[in-house]
């Protein structure tokens, strides 16, 4: 008799898995009460990319709408430092009705896979991309050794 029972209860958990599964299907995507929010995982801000040449690094990264005076960069230990702010405050005489780029203020910690020479590091902005050359130093260098045979 007791086999009926476990059945049935087979039998309801299906239509349970299977009520959950269209539930999730024709889920109500209109109503923002009832949608999860689920978080993009934040990126970086700004988006960078480093490469590398046979005697220098060379960073690159995307800083649209900050001048010269916005962006300082540093050499710390083994490490890029790429730090900025962007202001968006209205001119002087007029309001703003619709602001969507906010003000922001970032620091950026590149490590760095070998040493460089600080000293001869430079840094242009040129149409929002900031490119930051990073000449590795003399011990980083690749050297050529000669084989002799004897």
């Given at each position: 008799m007791l086999t009926g029972w476990t059945d049935l209860e087979h039998t309801f958990r299906t239509f349970d898995r299977l009520q959950r599964r269209l539930?999730?299907?024709?889920?109500?995507?209109?109503?923002?009460?009832?949608?999860?929010?689920?978080?993009?995982?934040?990126?970086?801000?700004?988006?960078?990319?480093?490469?590398?040449?046979?005697?220098?690094?060379?960073?690159?990264?995307?800083?649209?709408?900050?001048?010269?005076?916005?962006?300082?960069?540093s050499v710390e230990e083994d490490s890029l430092v790429v730090r900025g702010e962007r202001k968006v405050d209205a001119p002087a005489g007029y309001q703003a009705h619709l602001r969507e780029r906010a003000p922001v203020a970032f620091t950026r910690k590149l490590p760095l896979p070998a040493r460089v020479d600080a000293e001869r590091v430079t840094a242009t902005l040129t149409n929002g991309v900031l490119t930051v050359t990073l000449p590795k130093s003399k011990d980083a260098l690749p050297r050529q050794i000669a084989v002799k045979a004897v």
């Open positions: 539930d999730r299907a024709f889920f109500d995507w209109s109503d923002p009460a009832l949608v999860r929010v689920r978080r993009a995982p934040r990126l970086a801000w700004p988006a960078t990319n480093v490469f590398e040449t046979p005697e220098a690094f060379v960073v690159k990264a995307d800083v649209p709408g900050l001048g010269e005076g916005d962006v300082a960069v």
